[in-house]
């Protein structure tokens, strides 16, 4: 392999991943020999999974150090959750680390040894899976993430290449046994499958890219439909039921990848598309999907407060703290219907027990919360808080407000009120 295989950086510091295996020990002579007045770091991740994994870290050391480069290293701690796979684990905690590499070495190039056989055996990996065009679009050649471009100069070199390489230089590398072992997914493909389908490489390669640009497609496609869609923070459902079901399923999924920061389960994107109700509550990451009168909205997981039945004074205007209840109140004198001092002097708080009935209005007719909440249109995540008691007397419901048999007299000093959960 030609060592211009490797592009010459604008920048004057350039990262390589390397491993210490043979395709990064050989992006990293390359990158080294041709850096022309740039920086070159070695990024190396002591993943702990191995008795060699110490032996390994010295050898990638001495290598760097021969090259005349910089060497960093990072050594993952713990171990895979409870259901999680080893690679999954590793792979996070290796992006993790060699993110973190990066801003250490001060460079936003960070380069991986990916060949057209990796790109290959993704590919088709991808496509065991019954994965979308996301998935069969396999490796990038360059992608940004957190200010950082992975980029994989040797995409579209055949794995010969690589290897003509190592031996016209004489390079050493690590040969990692655990390649070997066909409990990884990736490794039963290469070694049981691949030699039937070696011939196939190019053109397996060839259809990722072909994945590529329709994924290209399907993002422009997005940023042309959302703003249309979006109404504030929330994504339209009915407006989205009117584009044709590929283009609506694209505009979903791109809107769900950007408020979750994670793409939805294909699952939930057909359950939503599909859904006739105009309510529900779905899981997604770490929050929560909220659809409520057509409009579909992603909210991080809120801490649950629910705090103890106590005695409070809000007499004062001003912000009363009820870090208990994971809120605040908000008090201030208007002109408007509002409470007494002494009402405020003397509140119970409380959380709903059931039964309890509000009034919107000195003339309404009493409703149930539950019914009045419906009435108001204030959606289920809207409704947690404490309710304000007088005596037996119902005084503040949150999303509803101040129950109009509590208002104060037109002649005496009022003031509103206000709950502000914590987000």
Not at 372 to 377: C, I, P, R, S, Y
Not at 400 to 420: K, M, P, Q, V
Request: charge should be neutral; glycine fraction near 8%.
């Amino acid at each position: 392999m030609a060592d211009s295989a490797t592009p010459s950086p604008a920048d004057k510091r350039l990262a390589v991943a390397f491993s210490g295996g043979r395709d990064s020990t050989a992006l990293l002579h390359a990158a080294a020999k041709s850096a022309d007045g740039a920086q070159v770091f070695a990024l190396h991740v002591h993943h702990g999974l191995s008795p060699q994994a110490d032996v390994w870290l010295a050898h990638c050391e001495r290598f760097a150090a021969d090259l005349g480069v910089r060497f960093l290293c990072r050594r993952l701690s713990g171990r895979p959750a409870a259901g999680e796979s080893i690679e999954a684990w590793a792979r996070s905690g290796r992006h993790a680390a060699l993110q973190d590499m990066c801003g250490e070495a001060g460079t936003d190039l960070l380069l991986l040894a990916h060949h057209r056989r990796d790109q290959a055996e993704t590919f088709l990996l991808q496509a065991l899976r019954g994965s979308g065009v996301a998935g069969l679009a396999a490796m990038p050649a360059a992608q940004w993430r957190d200010g950082i471009c992975w980029a994989r100069p040797w995409l579209d070199q055949p794995r010969e290449s690589i290897e003509a390489y190592v031996l016209a230089h004489g390079l050493v590398f690590i040969d990692d046994a655990s390649n070997a072992d066909t409990r990884f997914e990736r490794n039963r493909l290469r070694l049981e499958v691949w030699p039937k389908l070696a011939a196939s490489e190019a053109a397996l390669a060839r259809s990722a890219r072909w994945a590529q640009q329709a994924l290209d497609l399907q993002r422009e496609m997005a940023e042309i439909d959302l703003p249309v869609l979006l109404r504030g923070a929330a994504l339209d459902m009915n407006a989205l039921r009117q584009l044709s079901p590929a283009r609506a399923s694209n505009a979903l999924r791109a809107w769900l990848a950007e408020q979750a920061g994670v793409p939805a389960p294909a699952s939930l994107v057909l359950r939503l598309l599909a859904e006739a109700e105009m309510h529900g509550q779905w899981p997604l990451a770490d929050g929560e999907l909220r659809l409520y009168r057509g409009l579909l909205r992603w909210n991080a997981a809120p801490e649950v407060h629910c705090g103890p039945s106590q005695s409070v004074n809000l007499a004062s205007a001003g912000i009363h703290e009820q870090a208990d209840w994971g809120g605040r109140w908000r008090v201030e004198r208007t002109h408007g219907n509002g409470l007494s001092a002494a009402i405020l002097a003397r509140l119970q708080l409380r959380k709903r027990s059931g039964g309890e009935q509000f009034q919107r209005a000195p003339k309404s007719a009493l409703r149930s919360l539950k019914k009045a909440w419906q009435e108001t249109g204030v959606p289920a995540w809207e409704r947690s808080g404490p309710l304000l008691f007088h005596g037996q007397q119902l005084v503040f419901v949150p999303g509803l407000g101040i129950d109009a048999r509590a208002l104060a007299a037109s002649d005496e000093t009022r003031f509103s009120l206000c709950w502000e959960a914590k987000a």
